[in-house]
């Protein structure tokens, strides 16, 4: 509910806003068929709280009835780098926990490539559960034991009954993460050895090193390494290994069942002053992101630069959506196949392949993830491109 007076998390009523955003597109992993509808995508509010007793920050202008997961497409699987990442994420999970023969349930699996990953290497029997899965894919994984199925995950599934369980970069976009992560635990009430595996966006990370544009309307919650293992012992989890992964980007937590009546610690004070300063600041350096940013744009607008954008995902979204660029930049550039010829939510900006750009012969290329800048240089330089780079 908006404008709770108390944290969602411990309850506290020491909470205070700190940051917000005119409304942005509500869903940055769906594109749109046509432009009309891309302008037409539904909008909220960012409107960021943060707790002064656990940490927890909480987006208040968070309303699920804008969120659907049936055309869900959150994918970095077409980058080799984040392939890469599965890979030894899968490697590491195997060999820590053992995963050989066992059952693997994957709940929001999306495209079912971390699920297919983790069951060949391991020969494990993998469930993918996510209301977005796309059967066509099917095909891809004649290879593993996995079977897929379009729905949310709930009560129902409790015998299911799985050795390991993950749930990645699907926490954070519901409205309750206790209510869904003690439904979880209910599920494994007699699965006492069961290890679940959840990763989120790493508030740390987007926060201290102030990327603006990682703040979507998807995020209702955010996480740091303490209030995230803090969110798993409310809710009757002993918790195992929390570490940042992913370029720091994300959070990773594996935790197993624990007895329910354990109160939870608090996160450290100390630790939780330092990240209500981080907050602040965060705040007080949007404003000047803003005129880096409208400066630069008015440096392409006088010099008539050719521009053009690289990566259609969150990133891109919120930044399209905070300015008005449909001249300056027309399209992007995106190297998922499934977007190319669709348009960003808000902004209506067209969604091409890589290709595009040997006739369109940029002088400049805006790069909307760093994390993938270098991978993005080599691509431009392969395609014959000698361009300038801005990255976000
Ligand atoms: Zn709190």
Known sequence: MKNEPCCKLCGSNRIFDFFQLPPVPTQDGVMMTTKVEALAAPKGQIDLRFCKDCGYIRNE???????????YDFSNDHSPIFKAFVNELCDRLVEDYDLKGKTILDIGCGDGVFLNTICEKGNNKGIGIDPGFDHSKRKLFDQADVTFSREYYSEQHRHLKPDFMACRLVLDLLEDQTEFLKMIRANLEDCPDTILYVEVPNALYTFEE???????????????????????????????????CWNDEFLGIEVRPRAMDINAQLPNKANIQKL?????????????MMSFC???????????????????GARAVTFFNLFDLEKEIPVIVDINNKRHGKYLPGSGHEIVAPEFII?????????????????????????GINPDFWVL
Do not use: M
């Not at 607008?301 to 050719?306: A, I, W």
């Not at 006739?359 to 395609?383: F, M, S």
């Open 294 to 312: 409208n400066d630069k744009l008015d440096k392409i607008r006088k010099n008539n630069t050719k521009t053009i954008a690289w990566g259609a």
């Open 61 to 71: 202008g968070y309303d699920p009835s804008k969120i659907s997961f049936d055309d």
């Open 210 to 244: 102030r990327i603006i544009w990682n703040v979507v309307y998807e995020h209702g919650a955010w996480y740091t390494p303490e209030s995230f293992a803090f969110q798993f012992e409310q809710c009757g989890f002993e918790v195992l290994n929390v570490s940042p």
């Open 359 to 383: 006739d369109y012969a940029p002088d400049l290329v805006l790069i909307t993830n760093p994390t993938y800048a270098e991978e993005i240089k080599t691509q431009v330089k392969e395609l």
């Open 276 to 288: 209500h300063d981080t907050v602040l600041g965060f705040n007080q350096d949007f404003e000047s």
